[in-house]
């Protein structure tokens, strides 16, 4: 964290930095959108499946704690996926199973089979989407790449936008089952993100470099070495206890207002405010991230809008009257728009391109088990308290507490390694540098005579080098 690693993608590739990338940048808009929009738009048919089914609000609710689980836990199976079969394939058969979940759940005649069909597949379909999409995003932008991970989270609240609206009407023409169908329908759009997921060619190579590459060790499905890193620990550990309290003011945001005695339009219109100040939050800091000064020190960027939007939480629980709640909306969305565009954009700086497909999957594993622990604990805190000011000081203050440990982490643990050779090949070179140094005056004499006889032999051969285009000067 203290040091960004450089990465020229896989087999030294190069991100081209735009190209097909926009293509691969638009993809991985929509995924986004599908992958966090998709378990809140969902709920807009609970209520229809309580009446069919004759449950409490609590079952339905496990639909999208269902989905969300399995968008994160299943991180390491994605990960192991990626490096076995590349991106493209598994985008595509993600796409698949996405669909294939809700077709199959319009069909369900118990609220059982839905949590395996709409819950446990058209999870696994999602998050065989989400990291992919992520990792490919990684290999095709470098020096743009702030400003496109900040683009590609905007399809979260765009798409929440979009998605609720369209449920309601949906069911409201075609119940939820004709809206399940539908859904699944255009899930199948995951499959034509995925077909645009091109894989980076790696340059070609000459006869005399093809040998060495034969030996080339195989990568690991798993890579569990990213634990060595300090900077990806710490990052881990920040981000798990962020998950906590990240989630839980828009959880209950509506259910407050309504509280204070609001009508339930006028307590749904909060969430529009906090989603429409989102859309532009979060790709105006992916700009403000890509900026010379700031990318160095993205890592302070990103604790700084973790302290903000720990902030907003505590101010926010001394809301007594809509006014407060919508000024409350307003900076809660700056700030989740922040978090949403550095927090993928932190890790890629941290671990590099080559060790991102298994970074990605544990971090999200490890925050799977915090998103099921977040929303439930809040929920029982308020039942024991009856007050939404507790709910949110303790989301602020768990949120605010991620800050300061990978803030403080970052300064006083990894700034000083970032000094030291990251690697064995950098230690390597050092002490051949070394050795290099320590010479004796007669090996210099050998060493000159050996070059001297040199010249005098191939003459042809270094007259090349004086015209090279490179050397020349």
Known sequence: MGAVVADDGPSGVKAPDGGWGWAVLFGCFIITGFSY?????????????????????????????????????????????????????????????????????????????????????????LALNFQPSLIMLNRYFDKRRPLANGLSAAGSPVFLCALS????????????????????????????????????????????????????????????????????????????????????PPVFIVSYAKDLGYQDTKAAFLLTILGFIDIFARPICGMVAGLKWVRPR?????????????????MGSMSVDYGGLVVFCIFFGISYGMVGALQFEVLMA??????????????????????????PSAGKLLDATERYMFVFIIAGIEVTTSALVLALGNFFCIKKK???????????????????????????????IEVEQFLKDEPEKNGEVVTNPETCV
């Not at 255009?186 to 034969?214: I, Y």
């Not at 993205?298 to 505590?314: A, E």
């Open 165 to 248: 609206p369209l449920g309601q009407i949906l069911q409201h023409k075609y119940g939820w089952r004709g809206g399940f169908l539908i859904l699944g329908g255009m899930l199948l759009n995951c499959c034509v993100c995925g077909a645009l997921m091109r894989p980076l060619e790696p340059p070609k190579k000459s006869e005399a470099t093809k040998e060495p590459a034969e030996k080339k060790v195989k990568k690991k499905l798993l890579d569990f070495s990213v634990f060595k890193d300090g900077g990806f620990v710490i990052y881990t550990l920040a981000a798990s206890i962020m998950v906590l309290g990240l989630f839980v």
């Open 298 to 314: 993205c890592v302070y960027l990103f604790s700084f809008s973790m302290i903000f939007n720990g902030f907003t939480d505590l």
């Open 418 to 448: 970032s000094e030291e050779p990251h690697t064995k090949e950098a230690a390597a070179e050092r002490e051949e540098l070394n050795k290099s140094e320590d010479k004796t005056p007669e090996d210099a004499k050998v060493d000159s």
């Open 37 to 125: 929009a998709f378990p809140k738009a969902v709920s807009v048919f609970f209520k229809e499946l309580i009446r069919e089914f004759s449950i409490g609000y609590s079952d339905t609710a496990w639909i999208s704690s269902i989905l969300l689980a399995m968008l994160y836990g299943t991180g390491p199976l994605c990960s192991v996926c990626v490096n076995r079969f590349g991106c493209r394939p598994v985008m595509l058969v993600g796409g698949l199973f996405a669909s294939m979940g809700m077709v199959i759940a319009s069909f369900c005649t118990s609220i059982v089979q839905i949590y395996l069909t709409a819950g446990v597949i058209t999870g696994l379909g």
């Open 350 to 375: 941290i671990v590099g391109t080559q060790k991102f497909s298994s970074a990605i999957g544990l971090v999200l594993l490890a925050e799977a088990m915090a998103v099921l622990i977040g929303p």
